[in-house]
């Protein structure tokens, strides 16, 4: 079982790296023709609205068994004219190192490095319940003024969290969870049980 748990860490290590590799190479080839931030909408519109909508073609584009070439006559079937050239070239080098597994990786890294360029900050906010909107805001507004750049907040519902909140920004986590907090109460309870029972076999060891 710790076998096959580090195989998988590995192989999500593997992705993420290839990932940021693709990812920084669609911005620059973006950024050498001026439209970024299309492309980027186009690359999001592809996962969220055709991925998601059809697992079956995404499931196409990630097994081994179908060939780069088909992948590529699939690629200019469904979206020749529909997607930027720059796009559908990039979409045609990853498919031919048989890289198209990572497609939804390379699109949230390179979301990620696109806010980096613009001097935003992602911080991902998660709660036991659903919050309101007025209350992201006083937290985004906070988090601005505390870090000095503008925030994109994306929130999860979380039930194990039971009450209170979890912040993560890039890869700091600060925990205010009301299950954390519990979680801290029960060691410490734990280890002044432990401290307790110490001292009473001490006090029995140097009884005479």
């Known amino acids: 079982m710790a076998e096959t748990t580090h195989k998988q860490t590995d192989f999500d290590s593997d992705r993420q790296y290839l990932a940021g590799v693709y990812a920084k190479a669609l911005l620059g080839a973006t950024e050498k023709v001026g439209n970024r931030a299309e492309v980027l909408q186009e690359l999001e519109s592809l996962v969220e609205d055709v991925l998601d909508r059809f697992p ?15 992948k590529i006559n699939i690629l ?10 720059e796009l559908m070239n990039f979409l045609k080098v990853v498919t031919l190192h048989g890289r198209l597994d990572c497609l939804r990786s390379i699109h949230r890294t390179s979301q990620q490095m696109d806010r980096e360029l613009q001097g935003r900050i992602a911080v991902q906010l998660s709660t036991a319940n659903e919050v309101e909107a007025d209350l992201v805001n006083k937290i985004s507004e906070r988090l601005q003024a505390a870090l000095g750049g503008q925030i994109d907040i994306e929130t999860s519902v979380d039930t194990e969290l039971i009450g209170g909140l979890v912040l993560r920004i890039g890869d700091t986590v600060y925990d205010g ?16 049980t432990n401290e307790v ?11 005479e």
Do not use: H, Y
């Open 56 to 70: 079956k073609l995404e499931a196409t584009f990630s097994s081994p068994r179908v060939s780069p070439e088909d």
């Open 76 to 85: 200019d079937r469904v979206f020749e004219g529909k997607l930027s050239r």
């Open 177 to 192: 969870s009301v299950a954390n907090q519990l979680s801290r109460m029960r060691s410490t309870t734990m280890n002044q």
């Open 197 to 207: 029972i110490r001292a009473t076999l001490d006090r029995f060891s140097t009884t």
